[in-house]
């Protein structure tokens, strides 16, 4: 590197390190995209310079759901083999995030010291990252339909990917879901070391094909798939009638892997991190004793104890998301009692601005459960019509309370809440900081 570049490179970092410490210490933020941006205007080819010096190389999660508890589980199982990573643990998925997650283990001279990198990246971005990082691995975890106000369909998004994958070196991992139609023609397609994780437990099948499901048709030619079951919306053992395209084959059943956190998401999320834990050497029997001792990610199953009371916060951002928290919290209500739900719907830029998505979600199944419905958020009366119509179609009275005040609408939800019951929240994004500061006292972003 020539003296010039060296000392861009440092007063990159130094702006990046400076700005980071005024915006915390003025308490303005968490700092996780802002001090990336400027250290990227002063050093533009910051990416992948910082990329290259991660020693075992860099690991990309993307998917619409899970990626934020998978990398946290994968980091947690590299961790106790006692490797240094990097991640974006905040969240913060766009170019500028990923700088400032890089750039924080990085010293004044642009020295990044850590053995792995692990990077939730956001859909859309995958392409534009792949031009300045050549990762070890790519995991897919899914792809759903979500933030229609910011994503195409599907299928738009995999062919991107397709294109953006195919020109990396051969020996890149490729891990993918064999039981999302969409991500196993794509691995299909690609020329490099592609391995699936996928279900093989028919007893988890769904009773039928949910309405919001996305894509039930054949990504080779375009027929209706066959579906001995269905898993998760469009995710289950499939195949095509007319082309022959099957699901890919998984690298191991899932049967014989641990879970720990709740919902059949989580099972999937835990074999993503596994198989790339797997695939970097580390043995079953390490990877085992860490899910067995796994604590979900803020938002993510998170549980806490709130005057006495269990409180379980189930981020619902998407309709699969919402339909499988729903699908959760009926399984733990064989287990514990639970009287009491909080909805809190935002519409902000984090969670999309178009919040037509709550249409496509099965809330009669939630208006069932027969718990008292407390709604609030940005959009309460959004979420107060749509909920207004599940219980429409009941024989029996459920309460919904309408509280605009989300203090006001979390200590009602916990005074109808007793103290050998758990309140469940089902928050979108952006929500889900503000009920964790609420309950916690404290911001996490």
Request: glycine share 6%.
């Amino acid at each position: 590197m020539q003296l010039f570049d060296r000392i861009r490179l440092g007063v990159a970092v130094a702006v990046a390190k400076t700005v980071t410490a005024t915006v915390k210490a003025l308490r303005l933020g968490a700092a996780s995209v802002l001090p990336g941006e400027i250290a990227r205007r002063l050093h533009p080819r910051l990416l992948p310079l910082l990329c290259s010096q991660v020693r075992h190389g860099v690991i990309l999660i993307v998917g619409t759901n899970g990626k934020t508890t998978t990398s946290l589980l994968l980091r947690t199982i590299l961790e106790r083999q006692s490797a240094k990573i990097t991640h974006n643990a905040t969240g913060a998925n766009l170019i500028n995030g990923l700088i400032t997650a890089l750039l924080a283990d990085a010293n004044l001279f642009g020295t990044l010291n850590a053995d792995y990198a692990i990077l939730e990246v956001d859909e859309n971005i995958l392409p534009l990252l792949l031009k300045d990082c050549r990762p070890r691995a790519i995991v897919a975890l899914n792809l759903f339909r979500d933030q229609l106000d910011r994503y195409g369909e599907v299928d738009t998004i995999s062919r991107r990917w397709q294109a953006a994958i195919a020109p990396l070196p051969t020996d890149t991992a490729i891990i993918l879901n064999a039981d999302d139609p969409t991500l196993s023609h794509l691995g299909q397609q690609l020329p490099q070391k592609v391995l699936y994780f996928g279900l093989s437990e028919p007893e988890l099948y769904l009773d039928e094909i949910p309405h919001a499901v996305d894509s039930i048709y054949c990504p080779k030619c375009g027929a209706s798939l066959d579906y001995r079951g269905v898993y998760l919306s469009h995710l289950g053992d499939f195949s095509c009638p007319s082309c022959g395209f099957r699901k890919s084959q998984p690298a191991f059943h899932s049967h014989d892997w641990p879970q720990i956190l709740i919902g059949v998401y989580n099972k999937y999320n835990t074999l993503a991190a596994g198989l790339v834990a797997r695939e970097v050497g580390i043995i079953d029997g390490e990877i085992f004793e860490t899910v067995h001792n796994f604590k979900a990610a803020f938002g993510r199953a998170e549980e806490l104890l709130i005057d006495g009371k269990k409180v379980r916060i189930l981020l619902s951002k998407n309709p699969v998301g919402m339909n499988e928290t729903i699908r959760a919290v009926a399984d733990m209500q064989k287990k514990e009692k639970s009287s009491t739900t909080l909805l809190v719907l935002n519409d902000r830029i984090p969670d999309g601005t178009d919040v037509s998505w709550i249409w496509d979600v099965d809330t009669e199944k939630l208006a069932r459960l027969g718990t008292t419905l407390v709604i609030c958020g940005d959009r309460v009366y959004d979420m107060a019509l749509r909920l207004q119509y599940s219980l429409d179609d009941l024989s029996f009275p459920v309460k919904s309370i309408v509280e605009p005040d989300l203090k006001t609408a979390i200590q009602t939800a916990l005074d109808r809440t007793a103290p050998d019951e758990t309140l469940h929240i089902l928050p979108t994004y952006s929500a889900m900081l503000e009920v964790r500061e609420i309950l916690t006292g404290r911001k996490i972003l």
